[in-house]
């Protein structure tokens, strides 16, 4: 039985990221797929990529790895100013191969005949959300495949096509999914979690029985808000990883 672990927003979070992987090394996962995010927000953006690198962990782009890899210039951005602030810090953290290799993240990962691995929506502006059943039916309107697996939007949702009506949308729960239609998981995020549940979050699917699960794993927290405050990120970016929004 093919058993496939999907985690993906890591950002910086050194802490969540061992937490999560160490679970899902015990759940004997024949494959690990990031969902993009690797940076962004967090204290240890070298460290989890030097990880995800080492362990050879397929890896999608996410946007805060373009916005670092790109060298987005301040002046011309609409990003917010903690934004900007993060990419800055994060670019000097890191060393020209690690840009290197976000910058050559694909957009998309072919898995098997049927699964697509993604960051966001296959809708359009790019780097849209799936968050509700507006998004999401937004999402089936440009989806290319049975199944896909998305993050950034930091909450776990599965979202099932029905065709004529809005989306079914709901918290991924122990569940089958159907063959029939088009589905989207958000697998929710690791070291930046917003469905006010601070643990690192997974998503584990079981290929042949279409079985999918959602995976919560306490971590160190007081240890990764320490690292944002010490390193002088905005409050912000540690005080949400308590809250879990």
């Not at 993240?105 to 799936?130: N, T």
């Amino acid at each position: 039985m093919t058993k496939i672990g999907f985690f993906s927003d890591v950002h910086g979070n050194l802490e969540a990221l061992t937490a999560i992987l160490a679970r899902l090394d015990k759940l004997s996962c024949d494959l690990l797929v990031c969902l993009g995010d690797v940076v962004g927000y967090g204290a240890n953006p070298a460290e989890c990529i030097q990880i995800i690198r080492e362990r050879d962990i397929p890896c999608v782009m996410g946007n805060h790895d373009e916005y670092v890899s790109s060298f987005i210039e301040p002046e011309t951005s609409k990003l917010r100013p903690e934004i900007l602030k993060s990419i800055e810090w994060t670019q000097k953290q890191l060393s020209l191969d690690d840009i290197k290799w976000l910058a050559e993240l694909p957009m998309r990962l072919q898995l098997g005949d049927e699964i697509v691995a993604l960051h966001s929506s296959f809708a359009r502006p790019k780097w849209s959300y799936c968050l509700d059943e507006e998004t999401f039916a937004a999402n089936f309107a440009h989806q290319d495949c049975n199944l896909a697996f998305c993050g950034h939007s930091h909450t776990p949702l599965i979202g099932i096509d029905m065709p004529g009506h809005l989306p079914f949308v709901d918290f991924i729960r122990p569940y089958a999914i159907p063959a029939d239609r088009k589905v989207m998981v958000n697998v929710g995020s690791v070291g930046q979690p917003r469905d006010r549940d601070p643990r690192a979050c997974a998503c584990i699917y079981q290929l042949e029985t279409r079985e999918i699960e959602t995976i919560r794993e306490p971590y160190d927290i007081v240890t990764a808000q320490n690292k944002i405050y010490m390193a002088r990120l905005p409050d912000r970016f540690g005080l949400r990883l308590a809250s879990g929004k």
